[in-house]
């Protein structure tokens, strides 16, 4: 058995992680701006210097091996890396930190950082920082696909290939429609409006509202904080919302009960195991202060 590592190129390794992301090899042709023949011609090398083939052809179609998933995966994981760790060397090597990718989840960037992301970006007037707000869940999918820097967003709490720096804890509270005069036990609250299932702050509530005996009938979903707070206003549901969104402005919601129903942490969270950007340790720095 021969223990040679085959001489693979970025281009073939790009070629097949592109045919992943798309429905058909013309599309993923477009995307990386060659030929579909060039793309065939790639995937053949690349099959020819591992030793395998990667697709077997059905009729006019070339469907994936049940082990071409894995190769794909790996590719994609040796490009992320390399792509970091070329980015760092050309920051560090010119004297320049060049573009710092940022996410955020819209808490945080409206209203617990933005002070702290003004002075950071007066501090570093030739760093060219983009900012991406989004929820949790597909901030950490990007920063995974290394599409993002760092993601200021709730603390992943050990799941996935992340390093985490804890910012602050967030406190979110129940708010009944203005016509509830009289708040009665848990067992008589609702029907709920509430974040989406899939959110990681969503499993937190139904946990604790299941834990004090609140029935959890769910109305509407919306990752939007305010189009909630908007149809708590219109007497449709009750909410949890963190106390930050639901209680800003001179139209904020009153809470149910004084003290809040969970607290979850903001953290800044990178990849674990790649090569960080040079300006992602100050701008945590930054956001700590």
């Known amino acids: 058995m021969d223990d040679t590592l085959p ?33 065939s011609q ?30 794909a995966e790996c590719a994609e994981r040796v490009l992320a890396d390399l792509d970091q760790v070329t980015r760092w060397l050309r920051a560090v090597g010119s004297g320049q930190v060049g573009k710092l990718r940022v996410g955020m989840i819209d808490i945080a960037a409206v209203h617990h950082c933005p002070d702290a992301v003004r002075e950071f970006r007066r501090a570093h007037p030739k760093l060219d920082v983009g900012f991406t707000v ?12 290394n599409q993002l820097d760092v993601a200021v ?7 996935g290939p992340f390093d985490a720096t804890p910012l602050l804890s967030d406190a979110l509270a129940v708010y009944a429609p203005p016509g509830v005069t009289a708040v009665g036990p848990p067992s008589q609250w609702g029907p709920w409006l509430l974040f989406p299932a899939e959110s990681r702050t969503r499993t937190a509530i139904n946990r604790r509202l299941r834990a004090i005996g609140a ?13 909630l707070v908007e149809m708590v206003r219109l007497g449709l549901g009750w909410t949890v919302l963190p106390t930050a969104q639901a209680e800003h402005g001179a139209h904020g919601l009153a809470r149910a009960m004084a003290e809040p129903l969970l607290t979850r942490t ?3 969270v990178t990849r674990r195991g790649g090569a960080l950007h040079p300006a992602v340790a ?6 700590s202060a």
Do not use: K, N
């Open 266 to 268: 903001i953290s800044a």
């Open 7 to 39: 001489t693979l190129s970025t281009a073939q390794l790009s070629y097949l992680v592109a045919i992943t992301r798309h429905r058909t090899w013309a599309e993923a042709a477009s995307s990386l701006h060659v030929t579909p023949s060039a793309l």
């Open 215 to 227: 029935p959890l009938v769910v109305e509407m979903e919306s990752h939007q904080p305010e189009v």
């Open 153 to 159: 967003c709730v603390d992943p709490e050990g799941v």
């Open 134 to 145: 989004a929820p949790t869940g597909e901030l950490l999918d990007r920063l995974e696909r």
């Open 282 to 287: 100050p701008f945590i720095a930054a956001l």
């Open 42 to 71: 790639g995937i053949a090398e690349l099959e020819r210097r591992l030793g395998v083939p990667l697709f077997a052809t059905d009729g006019r179609r070339r469907v994936p091996h049940d082990y071409t998933a894995t190769m």
